[in-house]
């Protein structure tokens, strides 16, 4: 299991370097908020051999917008490409993974594209992350993401139970994806993560000792790092 760390500058992309994938966000633009393009080729430049993600955002229903967000953040240096799908209905979701997907493969076919749906999507009405996997997989995506939409503190557990999350993951497995889990997780959360066993898990507020709104701290992304090990 891979932890992915969410820093919102170069300064706290500093303070990530520990972990494994280093996850380039605005979050005071949202739940997958898109940052600046020289923030993403900032933050490359120092990861050094370690992989970049970038988020670009909680996208509505708007392919031409995605894809040419996707290109960018492909174009500044991410090799994950994060896209949150804030909106109903499988037909267009499928149209915006087409769309992403093709943005960034066409050109970096080695890149990954990460799909995210929301855990709280009932409260939202978007999307079910449970009615992704097959979009994703028959666009020649990487890996169908789950995290929350709202950030209120409500973890990812308040909406999905291990089973369900269990049950995502071996979907993922079938359609050859991997999966990554996000949403307020918590140490505590750790040992159940570890019983589902995604490919990757994502992180900031845990990092930040608690509120996602403060600052990502090295140390805490370090204990995160050895209690997966
Ligand atoms: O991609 C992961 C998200 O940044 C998770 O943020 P959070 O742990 O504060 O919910």
């Given amino acids: 299991m891979q932890l992915l760390v969410s820093p919102s500058s170069i300064e706290e992309a500093k303070s990530s370097l520990s972990a494994d994938i280093i996850d380039v966000k605005k979050p005071s633009e949202g739940s997958l908020g898109a940052n600046f393009p020289w923030i993403i080729r900032g933050i490359k430049e120092i990861a050094g051999k370690k992989p970049v993600s970038a988020a670009i ?16 953040a492909a174009h500044a240096g991410a090799d994950y490409i994060k896209v949150g799908l804030m909106f109903d209905g499988e037909d267009r979701a499928r149209e915006v993974i087409e769309a992403v997907t093709t943005a960034v493969k ?4 080695e890149k990954y594209v990460v799909i995210a749906a929301y855990a709280d999507f ?3 009405g978007t999307i079910s992350p449970l009615a992704i996997g097959s979009l994703v997989a ?3 995506a990487d890996v169908a993401m789950i995290d929350t939409g709202i950030k209120d503190g409500k973890s990812l557990f308040e909406f999905m ?5 269990i049950r995502f993951v071996g979907q993922n497995q079938d359609l050859g994806l991997q999966t990554a889990l996000a949403g307020s997780l918590k140490f505590e959360d750790l040992d159940a993560l570890k019983r589902i066993n995604p490919e990757i898990i994502g992180v900031r507020g845990m990092v930040c000792g608690g509120d ?10 370090e204990k995160a790092m050895l209690m997966l090990r």
Avoid: C, I, Q
Avoid at 57 to 72: F, I, M, Q, V, W
Avoid at 161 to 165: G, H, K, S, Y
Avoid at 212 to 221: C, Q
């Fill in 161 to 165: 139970d291990e089973e369900t999350l």
């Fill in 212 to 221: 996602r709104s403060t600052t990502v701290r090295a140390e805490l992304v």
């Fill in 122 to 124: 009932a409260r939202m």
């Fill in 106 to 109: 066409h050109e970096f076919p």
């Fill in 138 to 140: 028959d666009a020649g």
């Fill in 57 to 72: 955002g909680d996208n509505e229903y708007k392919p031409g917008t995605a894809a040419l967000s996707a290109y960018g």
